[in-house]
């Protein structure tokens, strides 16, 4: 019979459709379903459900579907703190090695477009140095060499104008970087965002503190 009651306490239970019910209601439940007959046999009944893990207890709450809060409990639980064998630390460990192959290409690049611009600086030197001594004179390509300097300087004053930033040889390298690396994840279909999830996921409570 006790049996039987207990049965019709769990149908009871889930028939009003509620998450979570005090642990005062639960023992009330328990005395009028017949299933205990003192408060102390319901205190005991109540401690044998959340052992057995039909209910969960956890101060004056009761959860009346425990495998919700499990569930709940393993997402919330970083991603450091799973096993080692955990499928998802594989898919973050691919990530972070396709993601510094990018960056890796993406510096060559960058060091490429440098190497040219430096080789076009030194070009320009040449010419001008070739045209003022060797073709033309000094009073011929003054003019030149300081129309040649207004524009640089106007092209450094726009590029202030639309960054806001200052235009120097290290801001523009994290620029060029910024662009390449962009273009290099979107040719090979980086998801960046499953990435930030991950990581953000595998993060600590001490690694998380270690930011602030």
């Given at each position: 019979m006790r049996l039987v009651n207990v049965e019709s306490l769990k149908t009871k239970l889930e028939m009003e459709?509620?998450?979570?019910?005090?642990?005062?209601?639960?023992l009330e439940a328990c005395k009028?379903?017949?299933?205990?007959?003192?408060?102390?046999e319901a205190i005991?009944?109540?401690?044998?459900?959340?052992e057995a893990g039909v209910v969960l207890v956890f101060r004056d709450k009761v959860y009346l579907h425990p495998e919700k809060v499990?569930?709940?409990?393993?997402?919330?639980?970083?991603?450091?703190?799973?096993?080692?064998?955990?499928?998802?630390?594989?898919?973050?460990?691919r990530l972070l090695e396709q993601k510094e192959e990018i960056d890796v290409q993406a510096h060559k690049e960058v060091r490429r477009i440098l190497w040219t611009g430096l080789g076009l600086a030194?070009?320009?030197?040449?010419?001008f140095f070739r045209l003022t001594f060797w073709e033309f004179s000094?009073?011929?390509?003054?003019?030149?060499?300081?129309?040649?300097?207004?524009?640089i300087?106007?092209?450094?004053?726009?590029?202030?104008?639309?960054?806001?930033?200052?235009p120097t040889y290290q801001d523009l390298m994290k620029r060029l970087f910024l662009s390449?690396?962009?273009?290099?994840?979107?040719?090979?279909n980086f998801d960046l965002g499953k990435l930030k999830a991950l990581q953000n996921k595998c993060k600590t409570p001490l690694d998380a503190s270690a930011f602030v």
């Amino acid at each position: 019979m006790r049996l039987v009651n207990v049965e019709s306490l769990k149908t009871k239970l889930e028939m009003e459709g509620k998450e979570v019910i005090g642990y005062s209601e639960l023992l009330e439940a328990c005395k009028s379903m017949d299933v205990a007959r003192s408060l102390n046999e319901a205190i005991a009944f109540a401690r044998v459900l959340d052992e057995a893990g039909v209910v969960l207890v956890f101060r004056d709450k009761v959860y009346l579907h425990p495998e919700k809060v499990v569930d709940l409990v393993r997402k919330a639980v970083p991603l450091a703190l799973a096993p080692e064998d955990d499928p998802i630390k594989d898919e973050l460990k691919r990530l972070l090695e396709q993601k510094e192959e990018i960056d890796v290409q993406a510096h060559k690049e960058v060091r490429r477009i440098l190497w040219t611009g430096l080789g076009l600086a030194v070009g320009q030197v040449g010419l001008f140095f070739r045209l003022t001594f060797w073709e033309f004179s000094w009073d011929v390509m003054e003019p030149i060499t300081y129309f040649s300097t207004s524009i640089i300087i106007v092209i450094c004053y726009a590029y202030f104008l639309f960054t806001s930033r200052d235009p120097t040889y290290q801001d523009l390298m994290k620029r060029l970087f910024l662009s390449r690396q962009r273009k290099l994840l979107l040719n090979h279909n980086f998801d960046l965002g499953k990435l930030k999830a991950l990581q953000n996921k595998c993060k600590t409570p001490l690694d998380a503190s270690a930011f602030v």
